[in-house]
Structure formats: C-alpha cells, structure tokens
C-alpha cells in the first residue's frame, strides 16, 4: 500500500490551518506570559535565568513530552515515563560506572532499555488488549520498584570519574548555552521528522484519526502501535541519560515527570482523542510550563499554588481542545 491509500482526517487544508492557528494560539500565551513576568519581575528577562533557568527546566520535561506527543496523536497515554526516566539513568549509572563500559556502549544499552519498556507498552496494549491507562499504570509502577532495585538500597550513582557523560549535560559545545538544550533542540527536530516526513508519522495519525478504518485499509495497525510505544520509549531513555549527567543517578528521579510531560503535550495542542497534534505545539507547551514554574518562583509563590495554577491550564487547554472538537464536527 503507498502512502497515499493511508486514511487520514478528513478536512485536508482545514485540517491544516486548525492546527497552525491552534500552533499561534499556543505561542501567543507563551509570548504573553513572559511579558508578564518580565514585567514583575525585574530578573526574569536576563540571559542567565532564561538560559540556565527556563531552558535547562525545560529540558527533560520536554524530551518526554517528544515520545508522548506520538502516544498520544494514536489515542493513548503513557504514565510510565517519569519513573521510566529514574530507571534509564540508573542503567546508564550501573553500565557506565559498576560496569565501566565504553561511555558509547552504556548509552546504547540506556537507550535500548528506554525501547525495550515502550516496546512491552505497546505490546501489552497492542496484543493483549490493554487499555493504555492500565498498562502504563502497571509499567509505572514496575519502574517506581526497579529505580530502587538498580540503585543497591536507594543509593545514587555520580559519574565524576566520568566527565565526558557529565558534559552531555553540562558541557558547553556553544558557549553559555549547556549541551542538554542542544540535546533537546536536536530531539526535537528529530521528532519533528518522523512525525512529519516517514511512514511513522502518517500511520500516527490515521490511528489517532480512525483506527478501525485504518486497519480495514490493510495496514497493520497493531504494529505500528507497537514502534510509536517503541519510540516513545527511547524518549524516555533519552532523558534518563540527560537527567543522569545533569545530576547524577538518583533512585528518587522521574517523580511526577509523566504528569508534567502529558501536560505539555496537552497545552501544546495535542488533542487527548487522537489524530490531531504538532511537535513544535508540544515545544511550546514545555516552554510555557517551564515559563509559569519559573515566574512563579521568582514571585515566591508557594510551591502548592504552583500546582494549582499548572492544573487550572491543562484543564482550559483541554476544553479549549473540546471546543475545538465540538465546532469541527459541527462543520462536518
């Protein structure tokens, strides 16, 4: 079958305008919010806050928010991924410094692990039948007991006998800018590709579109589900490697980083119901996250209040996404 026998939404070229207003919608509230910040804030607009604060926070959110905008274009979720993070840096941790394997060799193996948990993800839900909440569930709490397991009694893993792993995070290949935006901006453009230019991307979607009409097509569906639970597995190893040479591998990692990733994706513009989503969306719902927690605290906000204002807009982007669902099929 060629590409062009794919079913995909129907709408075509307003399909396609939805999604770069809702893009511009996004960015507009990105843009907004630090204005308002910079403006009672008197550090807020300096390089080294937006730099070494807003960026560098955005960092591992934002790398797991990648692998979850394929998750959930197809119509599923994926909790696993803030615990599944914690595990990937304790592997890199147990590889690189108990094993003291070749640095390349340690962050292939974190990265086939990464894999390897998407993979059973989509094979639980795929193949056994799994509805995603639950099987992801079950996934996020194997990792929750593993991250305590690799960690030999809850004990961290440093790699400052290892500076060249260190500088993956750390390191400055530009100056003032740290390796792990880099690291991000290069997982985004790769996300960006094969959302948008393989077969990957365009069978993401007509899941997420029509899943039923998508395997009467003759397209394996159950497969594909598989690689995209794959992808977004080495995602998660990803970040686990990022987070590992940021700070160390610590048994308490990854902790309420699933929320925050789904949160992105969802302010991004991703739609929970499937078929419609951007990477550049889900970028700019990791910078606004990551604008809001650090104007917050730059106003002493409480912590709790934090939660509170984060929760109040992933609730209004996901009714703005509910209207948007209720006027497009009203225009159908």
């Given at each position: 079958?060629?590409?062009a026998e794919v079913p995909v939404a129907s709408g075509?070229?307003?399909?396609?305008?939805?999604?770069?207003?809702?893009?511009?919608?996004?960015?507009?509230?990105?843009?907004?919010?630090?204005?308002?910040?910079?403006?009672?804030?008197?550090?807020?607009?300096?390089?080294?806050?937006?730099?070494?604060?807003?960026?560098?926070?955005?960092?591992?959110?934002?790398?797991?928010?990648?692998?979850?905008?394929?998750?959930?274009?197809?119509?599923?979720?994926?909790?696993?991924?803030?615990?599944?993070?914690?595990?990937?840096?304790?592997?890199?941790?147990?590889?690189?410094?108990?094993?003291?394997?070749?640095?390349?060799?340690?962050?292939?193996?974190?990265?086939?692990?990464?894999?390897?948990?998407?993979?059973?993800?989509?094979?639980?839900?795929?193949?056994?039948?799994?509805?995603?909440?639950?099987?992801?569930?079950?996934?996020?709490?194997?990792?929750?007991?593993?991250?305590?397991?690799?960690?030999?009694?809850?004990?961290?893993?440093?790699?400052?006998?290892?500076?060249?792993?260190?500088?993956?995070?750390?390191?400055?290949?530009?100056?003032?800018?740290?390796?792990?935006?880099?690291?991000?901006?290069?997982?985004?453009?790769?996300?960006?590709?094969?959302?948008?230019?393989?077969?990957?991307?365009?069978?993401?979607?007509?899941?997420?579109?029509?899943?039923?009409?998508?395997?009467?097509?003759?397209?394996?569906?159950?497969?594909?589900?598989?690689?995209?639970?794959?992808?977004?597995?080495?995602?998660?190893?990803?970040?686990?490697?990022?987070?590992?040479?940021?700070?160390?591998?610590?048994?308490?990692?990854?902790?309420?980083?699933?929320?925050?990733?789904?949160?992105?994706?969802?302010?991004?513009?991703?739609s929970l119901a499937g078929g419609s989503g951007t990477?550049?969306?889900?970028?700019?719902?990791?910078?606004?996250?990551?604008?809001?927690?650090?104007?917050?605290?730059?106003?002493?906000?409480?912590?709790?209040?934090?939660?509170?204002?984060?929760?109040?807009?992933?609730?209004?982007?996901?009714?703005?996404?509910?209207?948007?669902?209720?006027?497009?099929?009203?225009?159908?």
């Open positions: 079958m060629t590409s075509g070229m307003s399909d396609s305008v939805r999604l770069r207003l809702q893009q511009l919608g996004a960015f507009a509230g990105l843009i907004i919010i630090v204005i308002f910040f910079a403006i009672v804030s008197d550090n807020f607009f300096s390089y080294d806050n937006l730099v070494n604060n807003v960026l560098v926070s955005v960092v591992l959110v934002g790398i797991l928010a990648l692998g979850g905008t394929f998750v959930i274009i197809t119509g599923g979720i994926d909790l696993s991924v803030g615990f599944g993070m914690g595990v990937m840096g304790m592997i890199a941790g147990r590889t690189l410094i108990s094993m003291n394997l070749p640095l390349w060799l340690g962050i292939l193996l974190t990265l086939l692990a990464g894999a390897l948990i998407g993979f059973i993800n989509g094979f639980n839900i795929s193949i056994l039948g799994m509805p995603p909440f639950i099987a992801t569930l079950a996934m996020m709490l194997i990792c929750q007991g593993l991250r305590i397991v690799l960690s030999d009694g809850g004990a961290s893993i440093y790699f400052d006998k290892l500076p060249a792993f260190q500088d993956i995070a750390n390191g400055e290949l530009i100056p003032k800018v740290p390796n792990q935006v880099l690291v991000f901006i290069g997982a985004a453009i790769i996300a960006w590709i094969l959302l948008n230019r393989t077969l990957l991307g365009r069978y993401t979607y007509a899941i997420g579109s029509n899943e039923a009409a998508t395997a009467l097509s003759g397209i394996n569906t159950r497969k594909w589900k598989i690689i995209v639970y794959t992808v977004a597995g080495v995602f998660t190893g990803l970040a686990g490697i990022v987070s590992a040479a940021r700070l160390g591998a610590s048994p308490a990692a990854g902790t309420g980083y699933e929320l925050q990733a789904i949160a992105a994706v969802v302010i991004g513009g991703t990477i550049v969306g889900t970028v700019i719902g990791a910078l606004i996250i990551g604008v809001l927690n650090n104007g917050l605290q730059t106003m002493s906000v409480p912590q709790q209040w934090q939660y509170v204002i984060l929760g109040v807009v992933i609730l209004i982007a996901v009714y703005i996404d509910m209207l948007r669902k209720r006027s497009t099929s009203t225009l159908g």
